[in-house]
């Protein structure tokens, strides 16, 4: 365990008008949390926007701001840009005061962070360049398409490049900042917070769990969504092709065709998916040997469980299960 330090750590967080509010509150809700139930004040919080005034969220709250961000202290250990609306962001990022301002504040702290589109901001300063970094499911091409040097990871919660820690969308930045207070405090302390706050000390699985289930619900077909549903819940039936295509009352062409439409991929490479996100959630929350993993998952052996991880993953399971099991 890592022990708090004498003196607090100072986080600056940096948000735009138009900002999601709960890339500003979750973060900030983490760290109070941990002050509250640490006992020894270990954070700071400061509040900034580009030019200290107060901004107005998504929701159409007003947030008012304790400093600008070209005049942050120089004492500062931590800064996490947020997100904000695209239109914003990408000003934020060609914005060259701005940029210049985040350059010079991210050599002197030991952590530099963002918030779903905050990372925008972090690659239009070039900090992200030659990185390894995520942001909001829906913004990840737009990312990769904007700064082709930073090695954009669509399906990841958070992504740690250090100095550098990126989050997905919204709510992934609150599983991050858990993780940060995790690395300064340790992890009995982030229990803490996790349990306080109704938290999983490690979320399951990565974005996609999550952006296939939305994009199904928002806008396939009855047929399409309905298979999608079973899939998802039953990634350990039999989802071949000829199976999917007679549950779903429609011929193995037209399937295809469709899923390809309504998804933008091909029913097998949705069922992988499907099957990954299974048994990273069991490596994550279970003790079961790595075959019953593969059975219960869907891979129906241990080979086919390691080959589809090594490939889409870029590392075995039971290294996968090392890094990210929860502590118990």
Not at 30 to 40: D, I, M, P, R
Not at 47 to 74: H, K, M, Q, S, Y
Not at 244 to 253: D, F, I, N, W
Not at 297 to 309: C, E, I, T, V, W
Request: net charge positive; with cysteine; glycine share 8%.
């Amino acid at each position: 365990m890592i022990a708090p330090p004498a003196a607090s750590r100072r986080i600056a967080l940096l948000a735009f008008d138009g900002v999601q509010s709960l890339d500003v509150s979750g973060p900030l809700e983490v760290f109070a949390t941990a002050n509250e139930l640490s006992g020894s004040q270990p954070y700071e919080l400061v509040f900034a926007t580009p030019d200290g005034r107060p901004i107005t969220v998504n929701a159409g709250l007003v947030f008012a701001a304790g400093a600008a961000f070209g005049d942050l202290p120089a004492d500062l250990d931590t800064i996490i840009v947020t997100g904000g609306s695209e239109a914003a962001l990408l000003a934020a990022a060609t914005d060259r005061v701005l940029v210049d301002d985040l350059r010079a504040v991210a050599r002197r702290c030991r952590r530099v962070a963002s918030v779903c589109v905050g990372a925008f901001v972090l690659a239009g300063a070039g900090l992200l360049d030659g990185r390894r970094a995520t942001t909001h499911w829906n913004r990840a091409a737009l990312l990769a398409a904007l700064f082709p040097k930073v090695k954009v990871e669509p399906d990841a919660i958070f992504v740690v490049d250090p100095p550098f820690f990126t989050s997905g969308g919204v709510t992934a930045g609150i599983d991050l900042c858990l993780a940060l207070v995790e690395a300064d405090c340790g992890a009995d302390l982030a229990r803490k917070v996790a349990k306080q706050m109704l938290l999983f000390m490690r979320r399951p699985g990565g974005q996609s769990q999550f952006s296939r289930s939305i994009e199904v619900q928002m806008g396939a077909a009855p047929r399409i969504r309905a298979l999608v549903a079973h899939i998802l819940e039953y990634p350990d039936a039999d989802l071949g092709a000829a199976a999917l295509a007679a549950k779903a009352g429609m011929s193995e062409r037209s399937l295809l065709r469709a899923f390809r439409r309504e998804l933008g991929q091909t029913p097998a490479a949705f069922v992988e998916a499907s099957r990954l996100d299974r048994a990273k959630a069991l490596l994550e929350s279970s003790d079961w040997p790595l075959a019953r993993v593969a059975e219960r998952s869907g891979f129906g052996s241990l080979a086919s469980l390691h080959r589809a991880f090594v490939r889409r993953v870029g590392v075995a399971p039971g290294f996968y299960r090392e890094r990210f099991r929860s502590a118990g």
